[in-house]
């Protein structure tokens, strides 16, 4: 046993043209960072598109904080007068349909009882 190498750790390395290798770190040349990662608006999740829109354009950090406090805010806030308002449309409907259904009751009653036929004659 004491005639084995030292242990060198082998880690898995991508090559400049996309190839994966075992490769020992100290043996490999040192790479130069390509420079700044660029990450396009239409990568970005939905929720950071703005945010990424308004740092891109100069807006500043609280801007963009704002739009992230009140973004989903401004959501919520909607759903609920979208739900508030299909909520009265519908007791509206069941309003009018209640009136439609006692006023069409009411005109067949009076109009057989009040009324004398041909045959009354």
Known sequence: ????????????????????????????????????????????????????VALGSGVGAGAVAAGVYFGPLLVGVLTAIAANLAFLAFIALVLGWAVVTVV??????????GRTGRKGR
């Open 1 to 52: 046993m004491e005639q084995l190498p030292a242990h060198r750790p082998l880690t898995v390395v991508q090559l400049p043209d996309g190839s994966h290798v075992y490769a020992d770190p100290a043996s490999l040349p040192v790479q130069q960072p390509a420079g700044p990662q660029v990450v396009h608006i239409h990568q970005a999740p939905p929720d950071r598109t703005v945010q990424r």
């Open 104 to 113: 069409r009751s009411v005109t067949t009653s009076t109009k057989t009882n």
